[in-house]
T-cell receptor
Framework: AQSVTQLGSHVSVSEGALVLLRCNYS??????LFWYVQYPNQGLQLLLK??????LVKGINGFEAEFKKSETSFHLTKPSAHMSDAAEYFC?????????????FGQGTRLTINP | EAQVTQNPRYLITVTGKKLTVTCSQN?????MSWYRQDPGLGLRQIYY???????DKGDVPEGYKVSRKEKRNFPLILESPSPNQTSLYFC????????????FGEGSWLTVV
């Protein structure tokens, strides 16, 4: 069974500092991996996704993530945090099986940006 | 504009009073599903549908029903809501093939008192 672990339910960084949100997954088959962002009182927005092409994936708003199969990780980074990045971030895994569109989510990480 | 639309967005109801949360998508997607979001648990799938008249249970189906009579609509039915169903609910849709982007609605806040 697939599972996702996000290390740290709360992460706080200063404006302009590096953002690093950690995600580790377990999957019995090669997975697709996603990062979603949820701004306050809003729905989920796709930041980026890995679908077995390039291991370094660039997303919206300056975020990127690197798929590391040996570490079963898909950490999300952004070189310089902005106040507008404050939100909750979810890592999710999807098995690469035909017709299987069930996302398994991590617990979420709430990102706070300090002025 | 590609959209997944849920209604109502906010609802406070009483235990045992049947309610329906509607979901509609305008992308002609085959696959639709419902998730609930609870603090510390992330999102968990309630039910999903691969196409019209094809539905199946997700991880937490107890207390919920769904139907898929039309491709664009996938309502979530709580026949007899209980306080433990107080949650934030998301509807999602995508093309059937695995790996396609899954689009989410804006969420429905449901409180059962």
């Amino acid at each position: 069974a697939q599972s996702v672990t996000q290390l740290g339910s709360h992460v706080s960084v200063s404006e302009g500092a590096l953002v690093l949100l950690r995600c580790n997954y377990s999957s019995s088959v090669p997975p697709y991996l996603f990062w979603y962002v949820q701004y306050p009182n809003q729905g989920l927005q796709l930041l980026l996704k890995y679908t077995s092409a390039a291991t370094l994936v660039k997303g919206i708003n300056g975020f990127e993530a690197e798929f590391k199969k040996s570490e079963t990780s898909f950490h999300l980074t952004k070189p310089s945090a902005h106040m507008s990045d404050a939100a909750e971030y979810f890592c999710a895994v999807l098995p690469s099986l035909q017709g299987a569109q069930k996302l398994v989510f991590g617990q979420g990480t709430r990102l706070t940006i300090n002025p | 504009e590609a959209q997944v639309t849920q209604n109502p967005r906010y609802l406070i109801t009483v235990t045992g009073k049947k309610l329906t949360v509607t979901c509609s998508q305008n992308m002609n997607h085959e696959y639709m599903s419902w998730y609930r979001q609870d603090p510390g648990l992330g999102l968990r799938q309630i039910y999903y549908s691969m196409n019209v008249e094809v539905t199946d249970k997700g991880d937490v189906p107890e207390g919920y029903k769904v139907s898929r009579k039309e491709k664009r609509n996938f309502p979530l039915i709580l026949e007899s809501p209980s306080p433990n169903q107080t949650s934030l609910y998301f509807c999602a849709s995508s093309r059937a093939a695995s790996g396609n982007t899954i689009y989410f609605g804006e969420g429905s806040w449901l409180t059962v008192v």
